[in-house]
């Protein structure tokens, strides 16, 4: 699948809302919380085109899929990130990325704080769109878009979870 990289849609935190209610509307056990995650959360970013989600459970191996199926969303399982449950949604043209994962597992305070330090720091959120159209004007595929994001996503999520436990009191939205 090649990448496609569009320009910030302020219907994006709109298209979240929409989606969490319907994901707490058909969810068995209410959520502890789902959060707006990723490039479509930060203001100014550009971004693919698909909206990811955080959803936080108590227990994610009792996450019961069956109505997220129902809802579009096709099972991954943890999809390269232990601890994770990962589904998607939309076949032919992907609209959603569903992360679970259980309360106090750090891949929550890692979205987290990556999305929080791209909002609190406009100029790394540039460069990191920058880098995603250039990758993008490759006409590359998926893996390739990934790989040639991977260290600068690493490298920020680290300087994230650093800056993060220095502003625990860094206002956080979904």
């Known amino acids: 699948m ?5 320009d910030p849609d302020p219907d994006w935190p709109h298209a979240f809302e929409r989606e969490a209610i319907a994901i707490r509307s058909i969810l068995t056990t209410p959520p502890v919380s789902i959060e707006h995650i990723g490039s479509t ?3 100014g970013l550009c971004a693919k085109p698909i909206i990811d989600l955080l959803l936080e459970v108590g227990d994610v191996a009792s996450l019961d899929a069956e109505p997220l199926e129902r809802l579009g ?8 990130i232990p601890g994770r449950r990962y589904f998607r949604k939309g076949a032919l043209v992907r609209t959603h990325h569903l992360h679970a994962f259980a309360t106090g597992d750090p891949g929550l305070l890692r979205h ?7 909002r609190a720091h406009p100029d790394v959120a540039r460069a990191y769109g920058d880098l995603k159209r250039s990758l993008a004007s490759r006409n590359v595929e ?18 994230a979870l650093a800056w993060i436990a220095q502003h625990p009191s860094a206002k956080r939205s979904r």
Do not use: T
């Open 41 to 43: 959360s930060v203001p």
């Open 73 to 80: 969303y096709e099972r991954m399982g943890e999809f390269g």
């Open 142 to 159: 998926i893996e390739a878009y990934m790989d040639g994001k991977h260290d600068f996503v690493q490298h920020h999520e680290r300087l």
């Open 2 to 6: 090649r990448v496609r990289i569009d």
């Open 112 to 118: 987290r704080a990556f999305r929080d330090y791209l």
